[in-house]
């Protein structure tokens, strides 16, 4: 059942002993909402906990602040910033159970019994920063540290074309509650391990480019990243993005390789071309401008072909060649 | 003469034919500057023309829209975003006639006439912000894109310490005015060359540590900057942001080779210690979490280990070792 702001707050008010659910794989949004959300519903003399089915990432640690670890027999379960039970990971069975969802994401799947998603807004946070102002409980630096999180991950740091000006007004009044927004900006922005640096340099090196320039591709192998200790799935993933930065780069192609003879392709496009439909086309998806597809049973080198055949003939149609 | 924002507004109102100076070696915020009150004072129906001393890089070329090209004989000059004469390159001279300047570096020497400096905005594109409101000019897309530049480009896209609540709602009401925000921060903050690319992967190859990842140096020499086309002073400015991002790193050291025998050391602390102090050992300034230093008449590794060495003993002397 789809709720409003008032529905859904009237539902946090009236009920207690809060069990929030954070997506898996967890980033600053679904993060930064858990927290907020069980740090407001503390606040307002609630019993209330925000947990998350894989292990949070050292660089949010200081989130931890805006509540308290409070040991009781939950009741009642929320969702946040999580569009699907599946990404719950080990937690999915509890998302069953959900009795709230407060999510962003236009392909929520309504498996909560109430359901309110925003798909306008850059981050889930925006939603939760609204949700605690109808709630009437006042901000404070932890809570506002939460708010500014979400809002500047989700958004590339206010980079993305998914910022508003809503997203804008957020981080100005958390500011305001003296969120440390130089401190998250850099742990979440600048911050790069000894390994991120030694991955990016070795990845740099081998980049290739096709269709004169508009195609750039990096490719990265096991026995690349077994090489090099000290990095994560963040720096892994970060690494999609480095072709599409290259000037004159429409379609940027990153193929890894996830086990022996399994490879995801991860493509960003620009304006010229859709990420979603060359995707398609290889058994993948996603979006407009970011997508991706995977292959089994290949070697690497039909991984990458099949990839750069494929965003190479989209573009030569696109420039009618 | 100190002016406020009346004054220097009844100033503007009561002149014509207008020459703004933007500084050489521009960036975002003095050509946000320039041309956003260039096309204000057009609107209001009087002559201007926004100037500078050196090419305007490319990715700036959507920032010509805001005004038109006018032909006339200056005179008003007003200088925005400059702290110094000496920072309008040939253009100098001019500058000692300047009737106003707008400003937001609380280094300002008051060459002009009339100064109104604003040190605690972050980008002097806020002030600018603040005379059109009070000119009454109405803001478009093509003004609002000029503002939106300088705010985002002198805050690393609202990322750093410098940024207040303010920056954020000049950026907010600039995107409501249709401000192509996407764009701009994609040309300016992702968009890289392919020699950009490669100079960024030689750099990171010969990274070095020092002090236990305390210190860490890169050096670029200018066999390396000669072995690579396509690369521009923004390129080469960047790196000195490189070692600073890497966890663990106080100290972040760029060595540059500017001629045969002249080095320019570029370095980024931690609250750690004081960049300032240290380049102040080696004959150099700044701020402190940026400062730098000059060498004459060395070679590389003699500029190398003067900075490095007085880092380590500054990390040294704070860990009280």
């Not at 069980?38 to 609630?46: N, T």
């Not at 081998?206 to 096991?222: M, P, Q, W």
């Amino acid at each position: 059942m789809k709720v409003n702001l008032q529905e859904a707050c009237e539902f946090l008010k009236s009920n207690d002993d809060f069990l929030i659910l954070m997506h898996a794989n967890p980033d600053g949004d679904t993060l930064g909402c858990g927290f907020a959300l069980c740090g407001a519903l503390q606040r307002m003399g609630k019993r209330a906990k925000a947990v998350c089915a894989e292990e949070i990432p050292h660089k949010f640690d200081y989130l931890f602040a805006a509540a308290e670890t409070q040991e009781f027999e939950p009741k009642t379960i929320v969702c946040v910033d999580v569009a699907d039970t599946k990404l719950l990971g080990d937690m999915r069975e509890l998302g069953n159970s959900a009795e709230l969802c407060l999510d962003h994401h236009e392909t929520n799947t309504g498996y909560a019994k109430r359901v309110l998603v925003e798909p306008d807004y850059a981050a889930a946070c925006e939603l939760i920063y609204k949700v605690i102002n109808e709630l009437g409980v006042p901000f404070d630096k932890e809570l506002a540290n939460c708010i500014y999180t979400g809002a500047a991950t989700d958004t590339g740091c206010f980079k993305f074309s998914n910022t508003t000006p809503q997203t804008h007004l957020i981080a100005a009044e958390m500011m305001r509650f003296g969120a440390d927004f130089a401190m998250i900006n850099y742990v979440n922005f600048d911050l790069k391990t000894q390994g991120r640096i030694r991955l990016e340099q070795e990845v740099l090196k081998n980049i290739k480019y096709f269709e004169g320039g508009r195609v750039a591709l990096v490719t990265v192998t096991r026995a690349l990243l077994d090489s090099i200790v000290d990095i994560d799935s963040d720096d892994i993933g970060a690494l999609a993005n480095i072709p599409r930065q290259i000037e004159g780069v429409d379609v940027g192609i990153c193929v890894k390789e996830k086990k022996p003879g399994v490879f995801k392709a991860s493509m960003r496009t620009s304006a010229l071309v859709n990420a979603a439909e060359i995707c398609q086309k290889l058994g993948g998806g996603g979006h407009a401008r970011a997508a991706g597809c995977s292959f089994e049973g290949v070697t690497v080198d039909e991984a990458v072909d099949k990839t750069v055949e494929a965003a190479c003939e989209a573009v030569r149609k696109a420039l009618g060649r």
